[in-house]
Every structure is written in C-alpha cells, then in structure tokens.
C-alpha cells in the first residue's frame, strides 16, 4: 500500500477501492478521480454530444423557449473492489491524500 507522501505527481498509479467511504463528499471525489480517465472522459464526452443533438426537452415557458436537459449518465461507480489507474498530476495529490484511507494505490 502506498501513501499520499509516497505518490509521485508525474507516476502513472492503480488505484483499487477497499473500503467505500461513508461520507457523501468522500465518495465524490473517488468519483471525480475515476472520471478522469481518459476512457470515460472519453464516453461522457459521447454521451453528452447525444444530450445536445436529440436529448434536450424545448418548452414553451412565460413565451420563451426553454431548453430541459436531461441528467448526465453516470458511468463509474464507487464500489469495493473497483479499480481505475490514472496518470497523476500535481493537482490531484490532495484529492488522492483526503481519501487515501480507502484506496491502495499501486504503480502501473
């Protein structure tokens, strides 16, 4: 297992869920961090182009058009045992060090 002191910023790191955080805004921010990775920043991306081209709801409201969009799907989620690797930048050491108790990270 490895600590935040020990991550380096530029490393390419594995991180593996062990225990999900009870907090909500702990388990936000695992979520952030696995939505950076290039693959899902990659679907969201997808996801939303189908949102703007044929998802958005157009109503008629107080005589102008309003546009209702849809929510955005959710394609991680914070389970034990789910693993993400992520490319670290300096940025993300605090993030990574406040949930660190519940992440073993290994270099990738």
């Not at 102008?64 to 929510?71: G, L, T």
């Amino acid at each position: 297992m490895t600590t935040a002191t020990e991550l380096n910023p530029t490393g390419t790191y594995s991180f593996t869920i062990t225990k999900v955080p009870g907090r909500p805004a702990q388990i936000k921010t695992i979520k952030r961090l696995m939505e950076m990775q290039p693959h899902i920043q990659h679907g969201l991306k997808d996801l939303a182009r189908g949102r703007a081209q044929g998802g958005n709801d157009p109503r008629r409201r107080a005589g102008r058009i309003w546009v209702h969009r849809k929510r955005r799907t959710n394609l991680v989620q914070v389970a034990e045992g789910e693993t993400f690797t992520l490319r670290l930048t300096p940025h993300m050491v605090p993030d990574i060090s406040s949930v660190m108790d519940f992440l073993d990270a290994k270099s990738a």
